[in-house]
């Protein structure tokens, strides 16, 4: 079945760095743009980082734009968020997520905690 997981998250330190990482399985995974979303306790889920199918175009949130990159593997069906010099309002359980024949696929997100 059409499946995404997410790996890689854990406690860092403010400016510490964190990459992580979304298996997908069940669909071709060239055809589809992947994103990554996150969600802070009583806030809403909000869209981070955005990349097409074979990775040349990306977009990112304001509040990440220069400190996080999104990246795919289209051979091991996998995309990447590789964040750096993180900040406490980083911490969030991240998701990745695609549509898929109209609906969003969601992982079961990784927590990051970034904390001293």
């Known amino acids: 079945q059409v499946q995404l997981v997410e790996s890689g998250g854990g406690l860092v330190q403010p400016g510490g760095s964190l990459t992580l990482s979304c298996a997908a399985s069940g669909f071709t995974f060239s055809r589809y743009a992947m994103n990554w979303y996150r969600q802070a306790p009583g806030k809403e889920r909000e869209l981070v980082a955005t990349?097409?199918?074979?990775?040349?175009?990306?977009n990112y949130a304001d509040s990440v734009k220069g400190r996080f990159t999104i990246s795919r593997d289209n051979v091991k069906n996998a995309v990447y968020l590789q964040m750096n010099s993180l900040k406490p309002e980083d911490t969030a359980v991240y998701y990745c997520?695609?549509?898929?024949?109209?609906?969003?696929?969601w992982g079961q997100g990784t927590q990051v905690t970034v904390s001293s």
């Open positions: 997520n695609f549509r898929f024949r109209g609906a969003g696929i």
């Open positions: 990349i097409t199918v074979t990775g040349a175009t990306t």
